[in-house]
């Protein structure tokens, strides 16, 4: 019994000793990503893999790839949307197939699959009052301005949908107003 309590003593005076290293030399660690971050200057031409971080844009620019979008969200301008807004697009079979993919994704679930405005939401009756196509007055001008900001209970698909997903949203929900009217 003797020997284990000596043995256990000169094991504890051990790691003591080896636990007391030198300071000033690094100890291993064991995620050294966790204690040591590496700092970045965020605002620095090298930035990340020679990216620049967190860059601000300068105040009256606009980012690459976007366009920007003239009219306000005000009812006069709707109706000026719809008079002059035209599409930049051609009409053709890959624009009308994103554009149904994309009325798919956004725009079935309330408005249906003819644009009868008997989508799943209106079929449970969350929603009431959902236009149909048909009865509407519409040119591709407010369409599109009311994808940008939304109407009534419509809120806004800008964020979700790009320029270019827009229109070709716009040249489907034509084709189905097309089809609606025969």
């Given at each position: 019994m003797k020997k284990y309590i000596k043995f256990s003593i000169v094991l504890l005076i051990a790691a003591t000793m080896t636990s007391c290293g030198d300071k000033r030399k690094p100890q291993v660690q064991y995620m050294p990503d966790m204690y040591v971050s590496v700092p970045y200057n965020t605002n620095g031409a090298a930035g990340i893999n020679g990216k620049p971080v967190n860059m601000k844009p300068v105040?009256?620019?606009?980012?690459?790839?976007?366009?920007?979008?003239?009219?306000?969200d005000t009812n006069a301008e709707y109706e000026r949307a719809k008079l002059e807004l035209k599409s930049p697009l051609e009409t053709n079979e890959a624009n009308l197939e994103n554009g149904k993919k994309m009325y798919d994704i956004y725009c079935i679930s309330c408005h249906g699959k003819k644009g009868d405005g008997n989508g799943?939401?209106?079929?449970?009756?969350?929603?009431?009052?959902?236009?149909?196509y048909k009865d509407r007055d519409i040119t591709e001008g407010n369409i599109y301005h009311v994808i940008m900001y939304g109407k009534g209970l419509m809120g806004s698909h800008a964020s979700q949908l790009t320029d270019k997903e827009r229109w070709q949203v716009v040249q489907y929900v034509e084709k189905l107003r097309n089809d609606l009217l025969k």
């Open positions: 105040a009256g620019t606009i980012a690459r790839g976007n366009v920007p979008y003239e009219y306000a799943v939401l209106s079929q449970r009756e969350k929603f009431e009052g959902i236009p149909n």
